[in-house]
């Protein structure tokens, strides 16, 4: 899973992608989501386009929204400002690097309320990204909001998340 991940984000190998979707929708199975759930992935800067073959949670999105006759969220939760990778930062810096970083489009709130919400992104390491986003969507009063990842690092394993 690891070098897939790598090879999709690191060695521009996209085509991973639509494969790594298919992974992530087997996981998706297993959870509550209930009727036309929301898939809503971690942007990127400045990219509303869900189209973007080079971006893993928009690419997931739409195929998890096709499967699971929801809707893709993309364009609903924005990043307002370029922020430094996260790769390495430390915890505390991870969190002060997101913080106050996302914000709702504002058509957000009348798609999200009411509904399951599933935060989709490709890696969790210490959770401050989910985080920012998820405090930013219960804005919108959703009925519940998910997240689903393709990976933990192992310092989530030791942390419990």
């Known amino acids: 899973m690891r070098q897939a991940i790598l090879q999709m984000k690191v060695q521009g190998e996209y085509q991973l992608a639509g ?15 209930g009727d036309r759930p929301v898939f809503v992935p971690i942007p990127r800067f400045g990219a509303r386009d869900e189209r973007d073959p080079r971006h893993f949670p928009h690419v997931a999105c739409r195929i998890l929204s096709l ?20 790769t390495q930062l430390s915890d505390r810096e991870r969190l002060k690097n997101v913080d ?16 399951t919400v599933v935060i989709v992104d490709d890696v969790l390491t210490t959770g401050a990204t989910v985080y920012a986003a998820t405090n930013v969507i219960l804005q919108a009063c959703p009925h519940q909001c998910l997240y689903l990842t393709l990976a933990r690092s192992r310092a989530t394993i030791r942390s419990g998340l």
Not at 20 to 29: D, V
Not at 100 to 115: C, I, K, M, T, Y
């Open 19 to 33: 494969q790594l979707s298919g992974m992530l929708a087997s996981l998706a199975r297993t959870l509550p989501l």
């Open 100 to 115: 106050s970083v996302f914000e709702l489009s504002s058509n957000a709130p009348d798609q999200l309320r009411g509904r």
């Open 67 to 86: 499967g699971f006759t929801g809707d893709s969220g993309s364009g609903l939760l924005l990043k307002t400002r370029r922020t430094p990778l996260q």
